[in-house]
Nanobody
Framework: EVQLVESGGGLVPAGGSLRLSCRAS????????IGWFRQAPGREREGVSCIASSDITYYMNSVKGRFTISIDNAKNTVYLQMNSLKPEDTAVYYC????????????????WGKGSLVTVSS
């Protein structure tokens, strides 16, 4: 059974940092496209960052230079390091996975976690 479990969300002041973790089971993360998506209240879900084959990455423009996605194959876990957080980063962050080949297309992602709330105070 495929499962994705997110952790690491919380409340942080603007300018602070958080690291989200997505622990996968039932498949090997390096064989899939793994992505972080977020949805803020009243807004559509958007693709934040995705990774494939440990070295192919995508970042949405507003997080480039601030967020870093990475894989720990030994732990079968994907991380999203978020630095210089802004109030507009506040959202529920979801981990998603798909065999590919689409990159960071939330309509194509097959498996989803339950989400982790990130709140950035101003």
């Amino acid at each position: 059974e495929v499962q994705l479990v997110e952790s690491g969300g919380g409340l942080v002041p603007a300018g602070g940092s958080l690291r989200l973790s997505c622990r996968a089971s039932g498949f090997t993360v390096d064989d899939y496209v793994i992505g972080w998506f977020r949805q803020a209240p009243g807004r559509e879900r958007e693709g934040v960052s995705c990774i494939a084959s440990s070295d192919i990455t995508y970042y949405m423009n507003s997080v480039k230079g601030r967020f870093t996605i990475s894989i720990d194959n030994a732990k079968n876990t994907v991380y999203l390091q978020m630095n210089s957080l802004k109030p507009e980063d506040t959202a529920v962050y979801y981990c998603a996975a798909d065999p590919g080949p689409s990159m960071c297309d939330d309509d194509a992602m097959r498996y989803w976690g339950k989400g982790s709330l990130v709140t950035v105070s101003s």
